[in-house]
């Protein structure tokens, strides 16, 4: 059996994903253009960077954004725990049921 390794932190979206993603997003904020000015603003910009930059420089970068993602998620929780006291059951099955 031919074993694969899985490593979370590299991507394996492609720019055109990205991109998708960064629409999806716009459109959301686009139902509120008021209250999301500035988020659609940066987001744009986002977006164009991703237009802009070659795929291996794609690749280094949102391969560090994702690696740090999943460390900010947790240090984020762990900040939330200290400061509300929180139900750690309840906060993993938020984490785990978030979609």
Not at 10 to 37: M, Y
């Amino acid at each position: 059996m031919k074993k694969t390794s899985f490593e979370p932190d590299k991507l394996a979206l492609t720019k055109k994903d990205i991109i998708d993603f960064c629409d999806r997003v716009l459109e959301k904020w686009g139902k509120n253009p008021p209250e999301n000015a500035s988020n659609i603003l940066a987001m744009n910009a986002v977006k164009t960077s991703v237009v802009w930059t070659d795929d291996e420089s794609l690749k280094a970068i949102w391969n560090e954004i994702i690696s740090w993602t999943f460390e900010l998620l947790y240090e984020n929780a762990l900040a939330q725990g200290k400061d509300n006291d929180a139900d750690w059951s309840k906060v993993m099955k938020k984490i785990k049921n978030k979609k």
